[in-house]
């Protein structure tokens, strides 16, 4: 199984409606609000590498008020 931990950093003040958005996205299985550089930390889960990187390309990345993203994917 394919893992990796995904700090957002966002618009100030939609933290709330980052999270409500991430937390609709399948494969991701937590979403956290934290405080510091980064306002979300992310867990997705996948089968393989191939779908992780689609979920963190194509759906997270995507998401309105995302500024950046670090990843950090599981060894």
């Known amino acids: 199984m394919a ?3 995904v700090a957002v950093h966002c618009n100030t003040g939609k933290e709330n409606q980052v999270i409500r958005a991430l937390m609709e996205i399948k494969g991701i299985s937590e979403v956290t609000g934290v ?8 867990k997705i ?3 393989d590498t191939m779908k992780l990187e689609e979920i963190i390309t194509k759906k997270v ?15």
């Open 3 to 5: 893992k990796a931990f």
């Open 45 to 47: 889960e996948s089968d």
């Open 61 to 75: 990345r995507t998401v309105p008020h995302i500024l950046t993203t670090m990843t950090l994917v599981v060894m």
């Open 35 to 42: 405080l510091g550089l980064y306002d979300v930390i992310i």
